[in-house]
């Protein structure tokens, strides 16, 4: 008797393959649900400096370990870390010494482009102290993507849209762009056929 290994769509894999598969998606249920309880509870907080709710970033942090920040004050952080059950200083808050200058940038994409471009592009960038703000990151199941989106461009203090022959003609993107940004873009081509624009 063989035993045969398939993956989720069905195609034979090895059985370290499959093994793979099943310890990557325990990963990433693992950080979905983490993320998502830190940002329930960022929800239910005020900031007691400023009287409004403030942004938590939560961002990846190689394969399994996730960071968090927030635009709110040392004290919120505290605050949020307690009711977390985390150690002191975990979260940064970026209204706090040399941080409080803290680039975030909107990233905009086109879907098909995450894994391969816009993912990879985030993660350089938040290796050298710059805050991304991407949907796959921010936007969560049952969110208002316009919502979301509408926060996410007026917290963010650049905005970038990775223009690539898939990203171009997306209704999202264009609805992005749109958003207020027009007037301060520049495109920058690169030689992957990719082309950057600023604001």
Sequence with gaps: MSIEFQDGSG????IDKFFDNIRDKAVELAKTHLEQRARDAACALIDPETGKHAVVFVRPNGETQLVMSTKGSPVFARELERR?????????????GPEAKTPIVYLAHGSPDHKTLARPFAERLMQN?????????EIGSGDSVRQKMDQGLGDCTHFIVLLTPTSIGRP????????????????????SGCGLALA
Excluded: H, N
């Design 11 to 14: 195609r034979k894999v090895s």
């Design 84 to 96: 977390l059950g985390v150690e002191k200083g975990v979260i940064r808050s970026m209204m706090d």
């Design 129 to 137: 102290g710059i805050e991304v703000w991407l949907e796959a990151w």
């Design 172 to 191: 999202w993107v264009k609805t992005e762009i749109d958003v207020g940004f027009c007037e301060r873009l520049r495109a920058i081509p690169s030689s």
